[in-house]
């Protein structure tokens, strides 16, 4: 029966948090999360929170199922563990790459699995490496990534990724990654441009690169369909088919990181097939187990399988929870309710229009610059004044740090949004309904308001 303050203490005094300043955490004191239940989390003070960030972008089918409860307790009676290193497997890791191998497009019939959507990336530079190697090209290990992406946190997640704030810690990033800029319309497009030219001048960029490091040393490109952590970034639809045609002609392996985007996030399957984009491998985690328990991996298109199977010989990578048996179970259980439900269409044909609709209905509001969605992901740009017909919006001073301002009244009010600098974003579970997505609304207007009051009082 310890307190919230008794938690509190323990917490400042031995946990390490991700991503966390510990003197700023020491000060305010963490909020402790106690329980779920679908959209809802409660906290140790009793307050009933709306969980717009599906946990960490992956609890996607809501919490407290007892479908993926029931599969891991029955996998953990039953054989709690056993590896695939030594020519064995267990069934519910071969049930599970078989169902994703259903699941994805049609090129995917082999799946690589590890603990995280971190360990996927590492699979992906060693794998594409070796896919060259093995095509008598061992000088073509350059991978190309995007300023703002995330990719995770090991040294070569880290590299892949285009934090430039990871890459200042630890060295980063590893030799042979290169990066091009992101296509972040707000930001980067010329004035008087459209959505679809500038789509295609931001995939332009990766031709330059291409040539400047040159076509036969780079290996592959790899992007998120929509850059999740960056702050959901939509690209125009005209950006992934140029990507793609890009690719095809220098012949460059094309990975498309699914850890956020799998699934049904963006109301497809796979957020390549939302952007018609045909990818040679596909990064995946988080959604796959609705985060209930670890678990991650990577598709191998026929192309790259081919080659590592018929001449490989052994590829020595691997993790020892590759394939674990009650990761695999809720896995499967967690598929099984997102296709009962029709969840992915669902997200296709009605909750996602309808989150569009009224993110759209922010548009008018003063503080929003932006307001966009693809499928249930989506965010709001906060600006300090609107664009007119010949000026783009103003942003706000970086020293405002006003995207904290609106997660601070977010916490206050029982709604959990996330800030990447002045963008207010959500990826709320796929189980929502228009009921719910207008209770979320609600509680995402009143942040607004309060924002809105606040950066008036502080000028
Ligand atoms: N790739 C993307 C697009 C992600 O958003 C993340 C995590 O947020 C990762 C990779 C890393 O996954 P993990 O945290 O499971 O290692």
């Not at 590896?83 to 497009?105: D, M, R, V």
């Not at 799998?262 to 985690?285: N, W, Y």
């Not at 548009?363 to 709001?380: F, K, R, S, Y």
């Not at 600098?421 to 796929?430: E, F, Q, S, Y």
């Amino acid at each position: 029966d310890r307190t919230t303050k008794d938690w509190q203490a323990a917490d400042a005094a031995h946990f390490l948090h991700p991503f966390t300043d510990h003197q700023a955490l020491s000060a305010k004191g963490s909020r402790i999360i106690t329980r779920g239940e679908g959209v809802w989390l409660w906290d140790s003070e009793g307050q009933k929170i709306f969980d717009a960030m599906s946990g960490l972008w992956c609890v996607n089918v809501g919490y407290g199922r007892q479908e993926l409860i029931d599969a891991a307790t029955q996998q953990l009676q039953t054989l709690p563990f056993y590896n695939a290193f030594f020519q064995t497997a267990t069934t519910p890791s071969i049930a599970l790459a078989e169902k994703l191998a259903q699941l994805s497009p049609p090129q995917f019939q082999h799946v690589f699995f590890s603990g995280s959507g971190s360990e996927g990336n590492d699979t992906i530079v060693r794998l594409v490496r070796r896919y060259w190697d093995l095509q008598g090209h061992p000088g073509r290990h350059t991978i190309i990534s995007r300023i703002n992406a995330y990719h995770g946190s090991t040294m070569a997640g880290a590299s892949l990724g285009g934090m430039v704030d990871m890459h200042a810690q630890g060295g980063l990033p590893i030799p042979g990654i290169v990066h091009i800029e992101q296509p972040y319309f707000a930001q980067h497009a010329q004035p008087g441009e459209s959505h679809d030219e500038f789509g295609r001048r931001a995939a332009s960029w990766l031709e330059y690169k291409i040539l400047e490091v040159g076509p036969d040393k780079v290996a592959a490109f790899i992007g998120e369909p929509v850059q999740g952590a960056g702050g959901v970034i939509i690209p125009p639809d005209t950006y992934w088919p140029e990507i793609q045609r890009i690719c095809d002609q220098y012949g460059i392996l094309l990975v498309s990181d699914e850890v956020i985007c799998g699934f049904g996030r963006t109301g497809h399957m796979f957020g390549c097939e939302r952007f018609g984009v045909r990818p040679d491998l596909i990064t995946f985690a988080k959604g796959v187990s609705s985060g209930y328990i670890p678990l991650g991996g990577v598709l191998v298109g026929d192309r790259v399988a081919r080659v590592l199977i018929e001449q490989g010989g052994e590829f020595n990578h691997g993790y020892t929870y590759s394939g674990h048996p009650v990761a695999c179970a809720v896995a499967l259980a967690n598929l099984g309710v997102i296709e009962r439900e029709g969840l992915v269409q669902r997200v296709h044909d009605d909750t996602g229009p309808y989150l569009a609709q009224q993110f759209a209905a922010l548009q008018g509001h003063p503080l929003v610059g932006e307001a966009e969605t693809c499928g249930l992901m989506g965010a709001i740009r906060l600006v300090r004044r609107q664009a007119t017909a010949d000026a783009p919006a103003e942003p706000f001073a970086s020293s405002l740090s006003v995207g904290m301002v609106c997660r601070g009244h977010c916490f206050n009010n029982g709604l959990i949004m996330r800030a990447v600098g002045d963008r207010m974003i959500i990826a709320p579970p796929l189980i929502l309904t228009r009921e719910l997505i207008d209770e979320m609304m609600a509680r995402i207007r009143r942040c607004l308001e309060l924002t809105w009051v606040d950066v008036q009082q502080r000028g």
